[in-house]
């Protein structure tokens, strides 16, 4: 009797042990999924209205609003057609973000575009999605952004005269680095960053908003007569103005990538896409009667930095305001293309379409430092050759395929998925005019102004099918064989594991 209560005694003891073992490691083990689930899902579980409206608004207003007008007035040739254009880009972007409204409450899976194709069409045009978003779309917005904040920084340092292209790509290119680091190191601190430059990013577009309207009550008005005068209409043209408007408005379908953290997404996500793409029209087309003002047509297609422009002839001495605070609107832009990168490589990864190191989390800062740390340097490489413009075009014709592809998804799942549930039902004939509208902007150009740049691009994302075939769909045991140790060695060095051995 004594021995079996002697054990009995130890195996209580053992246990009491365990279970203050167990319970003083489980406020760890959850404020780590708490924090890898931050990566996951940054914005928070319990985003509402305003939330929703504010995210559509802070991630739409960027780069774009300082650096498109240029191109688009280049396109059309005058004020008229330009303005309206603006406009037309808005009402597009609704139209397009309803239908990912439909498509992210039928669907609620992250990752964006990904999952909609794969339900749709299968494993291949969602391979080729993820393919070419990791490879071209997402690096080079990141580049677009950076050298866009790069000219900015740079012109003030180069009065009368464009600053140096080695200038701006080095700026751009330590922008990258920077930003790569942040958002590396810690999510919280990248989150931070973002808050604090999403605030001045308004207060910029506020100023020249209220600037533009003074001086129309003043009688600035002689840039608007005869607006229509001089254009260059052709279906060419207005697809190039297009895609420089549209780069403006890239964002509108990013509340489809936070669905799952929605509040009452079933009214929320059309409320939010309702509200918020409609209000930054009217800021864009307010911003651009600002720039016209106080510019001709010539003076702005001549300008360096239009943003810049506008301050020194509105604002001196105080002009120095416009190019800090839209260097911190770029870098609000570039820092939360960053913070988000992760997430399609996550879901790409796990479906085993990506090398699986991509989709890894840092165990020390609990980030996805291994894909954040390759878009930076592919981005890096496209600042190398490219200028802002044939970035944009090239990004721009990549990315309104898989537009349209997701959105004829959306019509096709209305005959083949008739069971799913569709909380919000847009009407057919939505899906039809975006999906008909994304086909005149990819084959216009192409047909009006063939360029090699397109061909490349339509190459590159075929390419893709190579890929599919040979490391995916038949998985050769060599390309196994070369990838694990790879795959290894980058654990090692960047001390990085699967997400879900973070959470467990």
Known sequence: MGGEGLKKRKGEDK??????????????????????NLFLFPFGPCVGLISGICMIVGTIIGSGIFVSPKSVLANVGAVGPCLTIWAACGVLATLGALCFAELGTM?????????????????????????TSLLVTKPSSFAIICLSFAEYASTPFYPGCDPPPVVIKCLAAAAIVVITIVNSLSVKLGSYLQNFLTAAKMIIVTIIIVSGIVLLAQGKTDNFKDSFKDSKISVGSISLAFYNGLWAYDGWNQLNY??????????????????????VTVCYILINVSYFTVMTSTELLQ???????FGDRV????????????????????????FTAGRLVYVAGREGHMLKVLSYISVKHLTPAPALMFYGAVAIIYIIPGDIDTLINYFSFAVWIFY???VLALIVMRFTRKEF???IRVPIVIPVIVTLVAIVLVLAPIISAPELPYLYCALFILSGLIVYVLFVHLKF??????????????????????EEEVTK
């Open 15 to 36: 246990g009491r042990e365990d279970r203050e073992s167990i319970q003083s490691h489980e406020p760890q083990t959850m404020n780590l999924q708490k924090q890898a």
């Open 107 to 131: 669907i609620t899976k992250s990752g964006g575009e990904y999952p909609y194709l794969m339900e749709a069409f299968g494993p291949i045009p969602a391979f080729l999605f993820s393919w």
């Open 258 to 279: 936070i669905t799952e953290e929605l509040k009452n997404p079933y009214r929320n996500l059309p409320l939010s896409i309702m509200i918020g793409i409609p209000l």
């Open 303 to 309: 300008s360096s930095a239009v943003a810049v422009t």
């Open 315 to 338: 604002l001196y001495p105080a002009s120095w305001i416009v190019p800090l605070f839209v260097v911190f609107s770029t870098l609000g832009s570039a820092n939360g293309t960053c």
């Open 404 to 406: 349209g592809l997701t």
């Open 421 to 423: 549930r569709r909380p």
């Open 477 to 498: 045991s060599w390309a196994q064989k070369i990838s694990k140790p790879i795959t290894m060695h980058l654990q090692m060095l960047l001390e990085v594991v699967p």
